[in-house]
């Protein structure tokens, strides 16, 4: 009897061990395979930090809602719709007075006296029409925004570019196979597995991070340039 349930045992561990080990494929070829293609963006996605001080809840609230109007002004000047104009996150934070003793004692900083409060507004703006990306970047640092934290350039045609993309990783990975196969004196047949990798993204050398100063001027600002937009594969080759 412990035999038998011995034998049982053993027969369902290997049973679990093959449903959890991948197939052993023999005469196979495995390549990864990567495409890029270079685009021109066709619209830019900003984000704005607006931030208030005072030592008033109300008054801080006031002059956020006031800067972040002038924002709003500026974009339907600038044709943008509501809808691609949101705001991203909105925080209140209490300042207190601070002194050497609260390094010792860290309980005790939520006793001091209030210092004021700090009103934080972060918005995302999408220009569709980059002609008027200069113009509309150069007004938005004049409606008193704390930073503009960063600019992306993207397409609106992604998906249509990352299947170009995606063709041109298979290519790269069958070229990859048939050259290693070569180099061995045999030849590649039908692909048994194809697997697209995690990751396939728009990049772009040209995003930029500029604050806004006291004058209303530009610190830093980029031209949108070209981006990149890639895909990756994993395919596995008969190997004759």
């Keep these: 009897m412990r035999s038998t349930a011995l034998l049982l045992t053993l027969i369902l561990s290997c049973n679990l ?41 109300d008054a801080a609230r006031r002059q956020n809602d006031e800067r972040v109007e002038k924002i709003l002004v500026l974009a339907r000047q600038f044709s943008i719709p509501s809808r691609d104009v949101r ?40 220009l569709t029409d980059l002609g008027q990306f200069d113009a509309f970047y150069l007004q938005l640092l004049r409606t008193g925004v704390s930073e503009i934290a960063y600019v992306d350039f993207e397409t609106s045609r992604h998906r249509e570019h990352r299947d170009a993309a995606r063709t041109l990783a298979m290519k790269a990975a069958r070229e990859k196979a048939e050259a290693m196969a070569a180099a061995l004196g045999q030849q590649i047949g039908r692909a048994v ?11 772009s050398a040209m995003n930029s991070t500029t604050r806004a100063t006291g004058n209303g001027s530009v610190s830093s600002l980029s031209g949108a340039g070209q981006i990149g937009i890639d895909a990756s594969a994993m395919v596995v080759f008969e190997l004759r």
């Design 87 to 126: 705001t991203a996150r909105m925080t209140m934070e209490t300042l207190r007075e601070t002194s050497k003793r609260d390094e010792q004692y860290d309980d005790l900083r939520h006793a001091n006296p209030i210092r004021g409060y700090l009103i934080s507004k972060r918005l995302t703006l999408r």
């Design 193 to 203: 597995e194809i697997r697209e990798e995690q990751g396939g993204h728009a990049f």
């Design 17 to 57: 061990a093959m449903a959890v080990e991948p197939a052993h494929r023999p005469n196979t070829i495995t390549v990864t395979g990567k495409g890029e293609v270079q685009v021109e963006p066709d619209l830019a996605v900003m984000t704005v930090a607006v931030d208030t001080f005072d030592r008033d809840l």
